[in-house]
């Protein structure tokens, strides 16, 4: 079977190893283990890194059965911005171009949605062609850039968007199915699209495959922490990701500030980090160790209590299940977020954490783990248990792999 996936904002295959797989990386791997043949398209420009793979129309054979073609595009600097939404078009343009040369046919294919105009170059014309198309949406565009506006704007700022969203839901209609993350975010998908639904509709997890460090590995790891004053005598409570509009940290200062004997580590980078570092200046018990790769997560994993996941309670996150909230069910970690909705349903109906608000506030969550060790085990029992039961990297991405081949079989 040949499959097509289109799938930008991610690291590549041919990035440095440190990259974190994400859908691209591990459909593929999946997909080639297999023995099906996989056609990756992507964008040159690196969003994690803001920095450029090529600087043109590029192709990378990984293997006998993986190719990565990179579609050039302009680039940016900042997460929001004009600059991303002239990139993102330029893509598309240079997208259309290439797929213009194309002369081979995939079996099925697996675009990945945002953004939306590369994908609905990608969909139509695999639809002209009568290849078999999911649809993998892991964000509401264009809904999600109306929310950020002020209420009286928001009328205005659709008004702006209004070709956005002719072009979204005309791609979710005309493709042969979706896939989403969440339950919600697939009823959003049908509601906003007006679509129909489909057998080809289905939920898989955004997850991750476990590891484990070799022993001189995880020794590395430790000493590192240890030089960072980060030990397993200490409560330490973690927040692992990119610092951005996306996330509130006032009440994660607040609980910092009453339970000082608890250590806040807060890693990554990102447009907000320096103020979220302004925010905490006068926190000892608060430790910024700046971007961390998947060994030293693993490592910090095991002499940590719980994670923070501080999501602003908007559409995007309410409907969803970030990847956050499955590392913390892989790692054994209960969850402290203020997310309703489907995080909120999750973390009550399995007793995997705490949903913290202004009356039950994030200190007293924390300060009742510390305080009952039992409690804590049952959760860290609870969040092991569901991840192997619903989020298991194998079974999602082996179910993923047999959705497809259904797919091209049916065409």
């Known amino acids: 079977m040949n499959v097509w996936i289109l799938q930008t904002g991610e690291p590549l295959h041919c990035d440095e190893e440190s990259a974190r797989p994400m859908r691209a990386i591990n459909l593929s791997n999946k997909l080639t283990d297999a023995g099906h043949n996989v056609v990756l398209w992507s964008s040159s420009f690196y969003h994690q890194k803001k920095r450029h793979r090529s600087r043109r129309y590029a192709v990378h054979k990984i293997s006998r059965r993986l190719e990565i073609r990179l579609i050039h595009s302009l680039g940016y600097k900042k997460h929001i911005g004009i600059v991303r939404v002239i990139d993102h078009a330029h893509l598309a343009w240079n997208l259309r171009a290439a797929l213009k040369k194309e002369k081979t046919i995939p079996d099925v294919a697996f675009v990945g949605y945002p953004p939306i105009e590369a994908s609905a170059i990608m969909s139509n014309w695999l639809k002209n062609k009568g290849v078999p198309t999911i649809l993998d949406v892991k964000d509401l565009w264009p809904s999600i850039f109306v929310d950020v506006f002020p209420r009286v704007l928001r009328p205005f700022a659709r008004f702006l968007l209004y070709p956005y969203f002719v072009l979204a839901k005309k791609t979710m209609k005309e493709v042969d199915g979706i896939s989403t993350m969440s339950q919600g975010f697939l009823d959003w998908c049908l509601n906003f699209s007006n679509r129909y639904p489909s057998e080809n509709d289905r939920v898989f997890r955004l997850t991750t495959l476990s590891m484990d460090l070799e022993f001189k590995k995880s020794c590395a790891e430790r000493l590192y922490w240890d030089k960072m004053g980060v030990t397993s005598d200490d409560a330490n409570i973690i927040f692992v990701g990119t610092f951005s ?167």
């Open 245 to 411: 509009t996306a996330f509130d940290f006032e009440q994660v200062y607040i609980a910092a500030k009453l339970v000082k004997d608890c250590h806040f580590i807060l890693c990554g980078h990102g447009p907000c980090l320096s103020r979220t570092k302004d925010m905490m200046r006068d926190l000892p018990n608060v430790i910024f160790p700046g971007w961390i790769d998947a060994s030293q997560l693993k490592s910090l994993s095991g002499i940590s209590i719980a994670t923070l996941a501080p999501y602003k309670n908007v559409e995007n996150f309410t409907l969803n299940i970030p990847n956050k909230i499955v590392d913390s069910l892989m790692f054994g970690l209960p969850i402290l977020s203020p997310l309703k909705g489907e995080v909120k349903s999750l973390i009550s109906d399995n007793k995997v954490g705490f949903t913290y608000d202004d009356k039950n506030t994030l200190a007293s969550c924390i300060q009742t783990l510390v305080a009952d060790s039992k409690l804590h085990g049952e959760m860290s029992i609870n969040a092991k248990n569901l991840y192997k039961d619903k989020f298991e990297f194998n079974k999602v991405y082996d179910g993923l792999v047999n959705h497809l081949e259904s797919m091209a079989a049916g065409k």
